[in-house]
Each structure stands twice: as C-alpha cells, then as structure tokens.
C-alpha cells in the first residue's frame, strides 16, 4: 500500500471555514514528485484557498498537509518557503524599477553558510544562478533592463523565476498563464515542463488547452471538495464535470 509518506505532497481531510462557511471540505489529495498537478474548477471551488492553505497564508480548522514527510500547518508562512515550498500569486509581485538580473537576485536565499565568508564567491554563485533562472525563463536577453519594460507575460515569467532561483521542490502557480498571448501561453507550458526536472508543480488554471498541454494529472474541484480526478481525458468525460464544470 502507498503511504501518505510516499508522497511528495500529501492532503487529508483539509478543511477550513469562514464564518461557519466550508470553503475547503474534508479534501484529500496525493501529488507526486515530478508531476504536473493541475486543479480546475468553477469560480469559488476553493482553488485558491487550497495554496493559501498549503503555504500558510490561511490556517487550517482541520486536516493536514504533509510535504517531504513533514506537516506543513503548524508552521508559519516563511518556515514552508524554507521547507521548500514556493507559491506564485496570481498578480505578480516584481519590482518594477528594479533590473531583470536585481530582481533574481534579491529572490537568491540569504544566509546559505555554504560560502563561509568568501562573499566574492557567494557572488559568483548567485550570478551563475541568476542566468541559469534567467535562460529557463526566455530573459537572459533581458537581464539588464527594468521590469517595468518587460511584457506581461515575460513579468509572470520573471516571478516564476523569482521563486525557481530558491530551487523549491514544490512550485504553486495560481492561473499563471492569465492575460497572456497564445506564443506566451506555449512557452509557459515548456517552462514548466523544463522546471520539473527536480520539482513538482502544482498549477490552477482555466484555459483547458494550456491544461491538456502539461497536467500528468487533474484534480476538479467543486464546493471545496475532490468532484472527479485523474488524466485530462478522464475528467474531461466523466458527467460530473462538464455538468458542474466544462459544459458552462
Ligand atoms: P477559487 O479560487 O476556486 O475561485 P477561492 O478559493 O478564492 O475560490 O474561494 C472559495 C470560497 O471561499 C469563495 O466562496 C470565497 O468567497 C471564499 N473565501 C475565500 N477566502 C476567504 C476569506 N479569507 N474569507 C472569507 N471567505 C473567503
Ligand atoms: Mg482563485
């Protein structure tokens, strides 16, 4: 039998309320390391209460979450990035005046005694990381100018990067392709496919090609609760969903 250990992320009976009102119910859900997870779902299903909950910006009433083994809802917002988790909102949080290669820069973690003192070494070491981010997220280009030049898409991109350049094993990404043109959409998808080499990724998202295009597997959400999961062929059959879901 599999073990909720077993799983790089595992969710049991997780549950929060607002007011007397379930947004999340008694979910369970198991994601591997090295998939792609997306969760889809109706406005209001609680999709992203579910990361709010996962990365601790929302307490849990009940349930768990256990991430590489350890339980994620006793810890504070900071102590999960740490652990490994990184969540991208769903407007980005660049800074705008601040240069492509700055803003990877001040996501690089501090304090990783690695280096000793040898504080032209960390340097070195974290230029080297900023262009290998920086190359995965089409920008090396880039690199040297303001944010606020960039497109919107290659915005979403540069925060996307802001958290890979932490090397978390799990990425969360709320509607990340949103906005963005059809050629921006596609290169989001080989993004995410080309992060997952050491990571999972666990995406909400609406547009139903980009989601055929890169989930190993869907999680539909309705009412806070798992309605149907699986491959995108099996949700996108099961009656369940195209009532409550796909066929609006
Ligand atoms: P989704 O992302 O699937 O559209 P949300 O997770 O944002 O849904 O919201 C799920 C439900 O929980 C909605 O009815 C929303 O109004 C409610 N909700 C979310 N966050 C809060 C909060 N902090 N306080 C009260 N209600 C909330
Ligand atoms: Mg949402």
Redesign the pocket.
């Known amino acids: 039998m599999t073990e909720p250990a077993d799983f790089l992320l595992a969710v049991e009976g997780l549950t929060v309320s607002?007011?007397g009102?379930k947004?999340v119910d008694d979910l369970s859900f198991y994601v591997d390391a090295n998939e792609i997870r997306v969760i889809i779902?109706p406005?209001?299903?609680?999709?992203?209460?579910?990361l709010d909950l996962i990365c601790g910006r929302?307490r849990a009433s009940a349930g768990s979450v256990r991430f590489r083994g350890r339980e994620l809802t006793r810890l504070k917002e900071h102590q999960i990035v740490q652990a490994g988790v990184g969540r991208k909102f769903q407007t980005p949080s660049i800074y705008e005046d601040l240069t492509v290669f700055e803003n990877l820069e001040i996501s690089f973690p501090r304090g990783r005694s690695v280096f000793g003192a040898l504080a032209f070494r960390r340097d070195e070491a974290v230029r080297e990381r900023v262009r290998e981010v920086a190359s995965l997220i089409f920008l090396e280009p880039m690199l040297g100018e303001r944010a606020e030049a960039l497109s919107h898409g290659q915005k979403q991109w540069l925060e996307i990067g802001m958290l890979l350049i932490q090397d978390p094993a799990l990425l969360m990404l709320d509607e990340p392709v949103a906005g963005m043109s059809v050629s921006e959409r596609r290169k989001t998808a080989e993004l995410l496919r080309r992060v997952l080499r050491d990571r999972a990724v666990l995406v909400?998202e609406h547009d139903m090609g980009f989601v055929e295009d890169i989930a190993h597997r869907v999680t539909v959400?309705h009412q806070g609760r798992v309605l149907s999961e699986g491959s995108m062929q099996h949700v996108k059959s099961d009656p369940k969903v195209v009532e409550v879901y796909l066929g609006h």
């Open positions: 607002f007011d009102f947004a779902g406005n209001g299903a609680g999709k992203t209460t579910v929302t909400i959400l």
